[in-house]
C-alpha cells in the first residue's frame, strides 16, 4: 500500500470514529425510571444530580411557583431578566430533558444575541409584542414579531435575541428548553467580559475596531 492510500485509510478511520462519537452523543441522558427527583443535599459531582428514593416523592417535588412573579429587569443594562426552572426549584425535571424559563423585558428592552449549547428553545410571547429572530450557520437571518399567543423556535446552540418593540409597557414569555441545564452564552459578554479578557489585538482584528472602541464598549457593559 502506497503513502497515498495509507493517508487516505487512516482519514477514513479517523471520519468513521468520529461519526460514530457523533451519533452516540446526546445532550441529555435517557430516564431509565419513571422519574428521578433530585437530591440536592448530595456531595457527589455527577453528570445531572443523583434521585432521592423513589418512595420519598412528593407532588411537591413536581411542581414550582418560580415562574409565578416577574423578574428585575432593571438588574442589568439590557433590561431582561430569565428566571429558570432547575432541580433546586423543581427537582422533578431531573433526568426528564427538559425546562421552562419565565422571560420579562422592560419597555424597550433586548435579551441580547446569546447561544444556548445544549438546548433547542421554543418561546411563547405571553404580553406586549416581541421581536425574535435567530441566525443560522450562513449567516441567515430568521425574524418575526410575536404577539401574545405566538410561538418561535430557536434551533439548538444558534445565536437568537428577542426584542420587547414597545418602548413603554413591558413584555413576557415563557421559553420552553430540550434539556434541564441549558446553558447561556451572551455574545457580547463572552467577547467582550470574558476573565481574563480576550486580548485586545484579537478582539480589534475580530470586529475591526480600534483599541478605544474595546475600552469604550467594555465600559458599556460594566467592565
Do not use: W
Not at 121 to 134: A, Y
Amino acid at each position: 500500500m502506497n503513502k497515498a492510500s495509507m493517508g487516505t485509510s487512516s482519514l477514513l478511520h479517523i471520519f468513521l470514529i468520529l461519526a460514530l462519537l457523533l451519533g452516540l452523543a446526546k445532550p441529555d441522558p435517557d430516564s431509565l425510571q419513571d422519574y428521578c427527583i433530585a437530591d440536592t443535599k448530595s456531595s457527589l459531582y455527577l453528570n445531572g444530580v443523583p434521585c432521592i428514593n423513589p418512595n420519598l416523592a412528593t407532588t411537591a417535588h413536581f411542581t414550582t411557583s418560580a415562574l409565578a412573579k416577574p423578574g428585575n429587569t432593571r438588574a442589568n443594562t439590557f433590561g431582561f431578566n430569565v428566571t429558570l426552572t432547575t432541580v433546586a426549584n423543581l427537582p422533578g425535571i431531573n433526568t426528564l430533558g427538559l425546562s421552562l424559563a419565565r422571560v420579562d423585558i422592560a419597555g424597550n428592552g433586548i435579551v441580547p444575541p446569546h447561544s444556548h449549547p445544549r438546548a433547542s428553545e421554543v418561546t411563547i410571547c405571553l404580553k406586549g409584542s416581541i421581536l425574535v429572530g435567530f441566525v443560522d450557520t450562513s449567516n441567515r437571518l430568521y425574524t418575526q414579531q410575536l404577539r401574545p399567543g405566538e410561538s418561535f423556535v430557536f434551533p439548538k446552540g444558534l445565536i437568537h435575541f428577542l426584542f420587547n418593540v414597545d418602548s413603554l409597557n413591558p413584555a413576557l414569555a415563557i421559553s420552553g428548553f430540550s434539556s434541564q441545564n441549558p446553558g447561556a452564552q451572551v455574545a457580547s459578554l463572552a467577547t467582550f467580559r470574558s476573565n481574563p479578557y480576550i486580548p485586545d489585538d484579537v478582539v480589534k482584528k475580530a470586529f475591526q475596531i480600534t483599541t478605544q472602541d474595546v475600552m469604550k464598549i467594555r465600559k458599556n457593559l460594566g467592565g
